[in-house]
């Protein structure tokens, strides 16, 4: 079965300061979703990327799947507190219930 | 628009005691989930209905029953409830499965 690996667990950084997440499948991927999930609530769909080489941003939020690593990356520029949460990705594996990584705990201090 | 809805938000259980988490969706979408949450788990899928009539396992089945009353509705019921079911329980849905999933709220339950 699929498994998604997400690097870091865990990241704090201060306010105005760049950053990435990255996401890693043991296995191809055809498609990989991000979200955010703010502490205590329900997660929020970020973007989607199906191909290789795809890169699509949201304000200051800019995700790519590099198919070659099998990996997708998450790069914050900027940050700021409202950037704050448990960011997540979910990998597309044919016609099943998408696969989710555990989540990297981002905390934005000033 | 409401999107995804679950209740109730917070629930206290006793072990052995049984109750039936509520989610509906108002999207026309065929497929539903749930999922629970615990730290340093991330998610992981308890149940899924890929359509109306339909049922499948997740990672997670053991001590859950789901029952897909409509498209819009798809509960999940504990039986007898232990502390390890102690958890944040979201539902969530899409138009199939492999498609962007939209998450409800969560109900966060304690076993005691």
């Known amino acids: 079965s699929q498994e998604l690996e997400q690097s870091p667990q865990s990241l704090i950084v201060q306010e105005g300061k760049n950053l990435t997440i990255n996401c890693t499948s043991s296995?191809?991927?055809?498609?990989l979703y991000w979200y955010k999930q703010k502490y205590g609530e329900g997660l929020i769909f970020l973007m989607m990327?199906?191909?290789?080489?795809e890169e699509k941003s949201h304000e200051k939020i800019t995700a790519k799947l590099d198919e070659k690593k099998q990996q997708s990356s998450l790069h914050i520029t900027a940050s700021q507190p409202s950037h704050a949460g448990i960011y997540l990705c979910?990998?597309?594996?044919?016609?099943?219930?998408?696969?989710f990584g555990k989540g990297t705990r981002l905390s934005v201090i000033a | 628009n409401a999107g995804v809805t679950q209740t109730p938000k917070f629930q206290v259980l006793k072990t052995g005691q049984s109750m039936t988490l509520q989610c509906a969706q108002d999207?026309?979408?065929?497929?539903m989930y749930w999922y629970r949450q615990d730290p340093g788990m991330g998610l992981r899928l308890i149940y899924y209905?890929?359509?109306?009539?339909?049922?499948d396992k997740g990672e997670v089945p053991n001590g859950y029953n789901v029952s897909r009353l409509n498209k819009r509705e798809f509960s999940l019921r504990l039986e007898s409830a232990a502390p390890s079911q102690t958890s944040v329980y979201f539902c969530?849905?899409?138009?199939?499965?492999?498609?962007?999933?939209?998450f409800g709220p969560g109900t966060r339950l304690t076993v005691t």
């Open positions: 296995k191809t991927l055809y498609g």
């Open positions: 969530a849905s899409s138009d199939l499965p492999g498609y962007e999933q939209y």
């Open positions: 990327l199906q191909k290789g080489g």
């Open positions: 209905s890929a359509s109306e009539g339909t049922t």
């Open positions: 999207m026309n979408h065929n497929s």
């Open positions: 979910g990998a597309i594996s044919g016609n099943t219930p998408l696969v």
